[in-house]
């Protein structure tokens, strides 16, 4: 049985690293601080051993102080560098005092001012720098900036880009033509995989059920496949859809009569092998 990973979580000390993002008022299950002990928390409660932590905002600082997370419940870092700036250094300040694997660099494209950050060409640089030094790249983009990323992806075809959060579909209910079109194209790469996460944390608790989740997930394994998916909770932001829990129960039962190696892939097997170049042994 390989190790089963949670691929997408937030930690944040907010005396040190500012969330100015989460609003008291309509995040109040946020509103505070969540470290390696309440995760560590979560992990027991849906049956995980590890997780991928991935920055939470733009920032090198926060970057090397979530480089030094506890090795016994954080498998890796998706960290953040100014791709535009010399990308070695940055790197080094990150691994120079970090206790867990660095595995990977995302940058908030979804709300930077340029909406065609993507397309720069010093970001483009900074892209075949990470693929020099052997990490993924995450891709958080909202559903309309899937076109973008499925050009940058077919340019740097040696870089791996995990797809966060499935590319943004929108809720239940709302046209998802335009989403799934641009999801698909992407998927049509090899050197791309994608998050089943972040689907619930823009949802009121109790107003969803697994059944309405099905329009993003059918999509997913038919265009992706298990073998190119990864489980994520999104948490701590899962606890403004109802936790952590309800949402890998959903998960759980729209995979109900899929295959076991499926199963492992989707929780653990594709993470350990993207992020931690490793095979895990079964």
């Known amino acids: 049985m390989s190790a089963r990973i949670d691929s997408h979580v937030h930690l944040w000390n907010r005396a040190l690293d500012p969330q100015d993002w989460i609003d008291p008022e309509t995040m109040a299950a946020i509103d505070q601080d969540f470290g390696t002990g309440e995760l560590g928390t ?66 908030l494209a ?13 970001v483009g640089r900074g892209l075949d720098a990470l693929e020099r030094a052997g990490l993924c790249f995450d891709l958080v983009l909202r559903h309309w900036q899937l076109p973008q990323a499925a050009g940058v992806a077919a340019r740097h075809e040696k870089l791996t880009f995990v797809l966060d959060h499935l590319g943004g579909p929108p809720a239940p209910g709302v046209e ?3 989403w799934e079109s641009g999801f698909r194209e992407l998927a049509r790469l090899p050197n791309v995989v994608a ?16 059944r309405d989740l099905r329009y993003a997930i059918e999509p ?34 729209l995979l109900e009569g899929a295959r076991q190696d499926d199963r492992d892939r989707l929780f653990g097997t594709t993470a350990a092998e993207v992020y931690l170049k490793q095979i895990p042994v079964r």
């Open 42 to 107: 979560m992990l027991t409660e849906t049956g995980m051993d590890q997780a991928i932590v991935v920055q939470p905002s733009n920032s090198l600082n926060e970057s090397i102080r979530l480089a030094q997370s506890d090795p016994s419940v954080v498998a890796g870092l998706v960290a953040w560098v100014d791709l535009t700036k010399d990308v070695g250094p940055q790197l080094e300040s990150i691994l120079a005092t970090a206790s867990v694997p660095l595995v990977g660099v995302r940058h």
């Open 110 to 122: 979804h709300i930077d001012p340029d909406p065609a950050w993507l397309l720069r060409d010093d």
């Open 176 to 178: 998802a033509g335009v």
């Open 195 to 210: 998050k089943v996460s972040g689907l619930t944390s823009g949802l009121v608790p109790g107003s969803w059920a697994a």
């Open 220 to 253: 997913a394994l038919e265009a992706f496949g298990p073998h190119r998916l990864m489980y994520g909770t999104d948490w701590p932001l899962a606890e403004l859809g109802g936790g952590a829990g309800p949402w890998k129960n959903a998960l759980e039962t």
